[in-house]
């Protein structure tokens, strides 16, 4: 159950429909949605890509974490990145502000969303292989930094309302 007047947090894999659920979620909750990324782009003034590219996974990391703690004071519903949660601090932070969902979507669903997406470096520069293997490693980081998950292979009101439930 979600805690009422406090952020709720999206977590999951790249591609598993964070964005597209969130948007539906806050237009249920009659709440704001962002989608982080988004978020460190405009604060950034440049693509993830170019984040990427610049000035590395480490910095992009650094910037995720100050965007979090930015983002967590509004009752609001955020879609977090793919690596957001991953970092302990950033999972307790959300845990403590508000409700973290893990939207638990079957990897070869995630995949089909990801691959060759220029948008999405670590996605775009790695084999599906290795995406797997990225996807075996966070899946439990996943678990472990949420307050609970609801089945990612399913519609996405139906995860909507799962959620809600």
Same mark, same amino acid.
Request: proline fraction near 4%.
């Given at each position: 159950?979600?805690?009422?007047?406090?952020?709720?947090? @999206?977590?999951?894999?790249? +591609?598993?429909?964070?964005?597209?659920? =969130?948007? $539906? !979620?806050? *237009?249920?909750? %009659?709440?704001?949605?962002?989608?982080?990324?988004?978020?460190?782009?405009?604060?950034?003034?440049?693509?993830?890509?170019?984040?990427?590219?610049?000035?590395?996974?480490?910095?992009?990391?650094?910037?995720?974490?100050?965007?979090?703690?930015? @983002?967590?004071?509004?009752? +609001?519903?955020?879609?977090?990145?793919? =690596?957001? $949660? !991953?970092? *302990?601090?950033? %999972?307790?932070?959300?845990?403590?502000?508000?409700?973290?969902?893990?939207?638990?979507?079957?990897?070869?669903?995630?995949?089909?969303?990801?691959?060759?997406?220029?948008?999405?470096?670590?996605?775009?520069?790695?084999?599906?292989?290795?995406?797997?293997?990225?996807?075996?490693?966070?899946?439990?980081?996943?678990?472990?930094?949420?307050?609970?998950?609801?089945? %990612?292979?399913?519609?996405?009101?139906?995860?909507?309302?799962?959620?809600?439930?």
């Amino acid at each position: 159950m979600i805690k009422k007047n406090r952020p709720v947090y @999206l977590c999951g894999f790249m +591609g598993c429909g964070k964005s597209t659920i =969130g948007r $539906l !979620l806050a *237009k249920k909750l %009659g709440r704001e949605f962002v989608d982080l990324d988004d978020y460190i782009e405009q604060r950034e003034g440049m693509s993830i890509p170019q984040i990427f590219e610049q000035r590395g996974e480490n910095y992009f990391r650094e910037v995720e974490t100050v965007a979090l703690s930015e @983002l967590s004071a509004a009752a +609001g519903v955020v879609a977090t990145g793919g =690596g957001t $949660l !991953l970092k *302990k601090e950033n %999972g307790d932070r959300a845990k403590s502000m508000g409700t973290v969902v893990f939207i638990d979507a079957p990897f070869d669903i995630c995949y089909e969303r990801i691959k060759g997406d220029k948008n999405r470096p670590i996605a775009y520069n790695s084999t599906r292989e290795q995406l797997f293997d990225r996807y075996e490693q966070r899946k439990p980081l996943y678990k472990e930094n949420s307050d609970f998950s609801v089945n %990612g292979n399913a519609a996405p009101m139906q995860i909507v309302s799962d959620i809600l439930d």
